[in-house]
């Protein structure tokens, strides 16, 4: 039950393709934390990253959405930095 969440990250990637945010799926829209991981592979599976982000904006109403390389470590720092100043301080 999302009453029992104190935080919630939502990671896609971008091998499921750069239509995700459009479909206006309850993780993406209601997550505290969309995270776009795998963003080295957009090349490869025909995504454009900045179409992605910018409609994971417009669904999101302002919320963060963060763009990660898990594999290579890129982005990991936002993420700790976004979730610990969320979690801790602003709450």
């Given amino acids: 039950s999302l ?18 945010p459009r479909k206006r799926g309850l993780g993406v829209i209601q997550c505290d ?8 592979l957009a ?3 025909n995504v454009n ?6 409609e994971a904006d417009q669904v999101r109403g302002g919320r ?5 390389n898990c594999a290579k470590g890129e982005g990991v720092d936002a993420i700790v930095e976004t979730i610990s100043r969320q979690v801790l301080f602003d709450r």
């Fill in 49 to 54: 990253l900045e179409r992605m982000v910018r």
């Fill in 64 to 68: 963060p959405v963060l763009l990660t």
């Fill in 33 to 40: 934390l969309l995270v776009i991981n795998k963003t080295d």
């Fill in 3 to 20: 009453e029992l969440v104190d935080y919630w990250l939502f990671v896609i990637d971008t091998a499921g393709g750069d239509d995700i």
């Fill in 43 to 45: 090349p490869y599976v």
